[in-house]
């Protein structure tokens, strides 16, 4: 026997999962909703099959092709416009000449169809309905038998008041091919409405067989997500689901489960699925091919499309998730949620119960989503943050996204313009790097590569060369699944929000220049960065009176590129250097807090069994410092940015300016007042910081968490030159780091840190500058309000995450505390 496989549905009321597929393509654990549909006629013996195909037809017919891999023989019958459930088949008419089956290819069922097809031929009927008893039949077409299986009437859509039977249509027919002859070709005809009441009247012999085992029409997303978990539980024979690894946990090729993991079957994974430590599984749940699960999140319940990730911590509870979609860590996704193919949801955001995300929506982080996301409908469009364009890699920042940022870095440069690029030591920074350089040449701009270098030798080579630009590529030095794109000016400086913004509207707005074949840009290694660099380094330090001192220095290079660079200058300058991990490392680019305690920690001990003048660790990045006195103590980043704040004043003289961020703590005000110096207070982020710097000619500027700079040299940070200058200084003024700190001011500083969710951070301001009116305030940076000349808050909206963060400074730890405390709650309360 033949059949004929209708899978021409669009599924619209299982939209968005069908946007992007026909209904009939929608995966169901294992397969496709119309793969199970194949391996039932398979197992019956019917290998030959006709497809009718209309929405979407070249998807399928590009998966199945001519059923070759399945040990069938496929062939499709392709609707230019829909002809109805009959008229389809009828175009199928020359293929179908013997009795044949008709079944939906959108519905999932194992009934038996070798019964089916013995009960059509021992009745000798012209068609042959299969029915099947369900609970609420008032969705479907009732049809009505007597005692011998004739059929006496059909109900569409009955109500209550008039259901007799509860056995309805399941669209599986087995029908004699002389039926077809019954209407004309090309014209809308429809089984159930034509057809059937036609064969009604004449008589003809229109049996129904009422069917056991399961079916179910998939025709809406809980019945879908009611499939999925009735093939998991085993209420539906589809045959093996992979290995079964464990009791209820069937698993595909290449899966990792971490050991600390837990899955509570049933549960599906598929090909390439990463389960990471922590993560928690609790089935019925589908987790598709190559999908990852990170630390410690909860999947319970759900269906997660292929390529998807869903992130640390994130909780996701009966909701279904299509393909490349990016949970990020803490979001939150509710029961009854569908989440459409590649849309991104971001850190913290909650998505609540039965929302509906159409597909390539971008949901910022921390927001609160109550109602469907259909079309227009999107998240803000941003692609920079705190450290320039940071994401997941492979999950965020994959080559094409970082091909296309390229060129629209590109595209905002003057045709012909050179921009350098470097990254770090890992892999994945090598990946994105490669790619973006594809992308830079396409716009006419010529590409300098320095390979792998510290940062500030990049800043520098760019400002120093006249390049238009640079970027810098890194794994985040937080978060090794992270990467950070740093895009420079030509001053090796940090983009302003300008810049930024115009990169961003040619990236979304997809307004690329594409520049004819002999305008495409070079690509070329750099010469001599490292040489560059060390010259202008010497001319801009006093070298003489460094080597005269003859410092004795542990230096922890983080195994960081700093490595190779800084060990010849400092050799240059005379000094005694014990050098800790010097060898670069790529999977210790990033390093966790604990671990940076470790290593500070070791550090010092090694400078007191050593009575070294001092000890210094670099960054991966080779910008921030981290230090150790004379004395084997780790120095706090706030105490060591006041001992160079008075170390560069001193040795300058009066005059010297301090450019620092609004929050940092009034010993600075002090340390000027004492030196005669000026004291300027910018905005926090560091590109406010270094514009300002340079605008004032300053002494040195820095941000109180490690990073200095010394605009006279480059203009921005550089730990390297912060060492030499720490030297300089020490020397200069014929003293010691211990000595220094013991001669400044105490301070005391608190902070707090305010979930907030985006829709009401404005408002919060606006209530919080209203409620202090009249009061002392300063709104350089958020508002910091002054309750006494050492007692003030800050309260700061943070731009990139749905929080404020609440800094505060007082006479005490305990009173600072208090104070960062109380306007938490503050705060807290203005968000209504």
Known sequence: MKAVVMAGGEGSRLRPLTLGRPKPMVPLVNKPVIGHILSLLKKHGITDVVVTVQYMADMIQRYFGDGHGLGMRLFYSVEDTPLGTAGSVKNAQAFLDEPFIVISGDALTDIDLTKVIAFHQQKRAKVTITLFPVPDPLEYGVVITDANGRIQRFLEKPGWSEVISDTVNTGIYVIEPDVLDYFEPNKVFDFSQNLFPLMMEKGDPLFGYVADGYWCDVGNLQEYLRASGDILEGRVRVGPLGTEAQPGIWVEDDVQIAPSAVLDGPVFLGS????????????????????????????????????????????????????????????????????????????????????????????EAGAIVRTSLIWGAQGRKV?????????????????????????????????????????????????????????????????LDLRTVPIPVARYYTRSTGAAGGIHVRVSPFDSRIVDIRIMDAEGRNLSKEEERKIERVFFREDFRRVHSDEIGSIQYAANVVELYSDGFKRALDMETIRKRGFRVVLDYANSPVSLVLPELLDDLNCSVVGLNERIDESRVSVTEEALEEGLAQLASICQVLNADFGIRVDAGGEIVYAVDDKGRIVHPITLSAAFADLALAAHGPGGTLVLPVSAPALFDDIARNRGGTLV????????????????????????????????????????????????????????LSEVIAGLPEWHLAGKDVPCSWEVKGAVMRRLHEQHKGQRTEAIDGLKIWLADRRWVIVLPDPDRPLFHVHAEAETDAIAQELAERYACIVESLKG
């Open 681 to 736: 207070r910018t905005k926090l982020d560091l590109h406010s910081l270094t514009q300002e710097a340079a605008g004032q000619q300053a002494t040195l500027a820095l941000d109180g968490r490690g990073s200095f700079v010394f605009p006279a040299f480059q203009s921005m940070a550089d730990a390297m030159m912060s060492m030499a200058k720490l030297m300089e200084w020490l020397a200069t003024l014929r003293t010691r």
């Open 272 to 363: 390439g699925v990463r389960i990471r430590a922590g993560a928690y599984i609790v089935g019925p749940a589908v987790i598709k091919d190559n999908t990852i699960v990170d630390a410690r999140a909860h999947v319970e319940r759900s269906v997660v499309w292929a390529n998807s990730y869903i992130g640390e911590a994130a909780d996701v509870r009966g909701c279904i998730i299509g393909s490349q979609c990016n949970v990020k860590g803490q979001a939150v996704i509710f029961e009854g949620a569908v989440i459409g193919d590649g849309t991104t949801i971001g850190q913290q955001a909650v998505i609540h119960p039965n929302v509906k995300i159409w597909p390539g929506k971008e949901i």
């Open 383 to 447: 692609l920079f943050g705190r450290y320039g364009v940071s994401g997941l890699v492979n999950v965020d920042l994959t080559p094409e996204f970082a091909a296309k940022l390229g060129a629209a870095y590109g595209a905002t440069l003057p045709r012909g313009a050179t921009v350098t690029i470097n990254r770090d030591a890992h892999r994945s920074a090598r990946m994105i790097k490669r790619a973006i350089i594809s992308g830079l040449p396409s716009s006419g701009v010529n590409v």
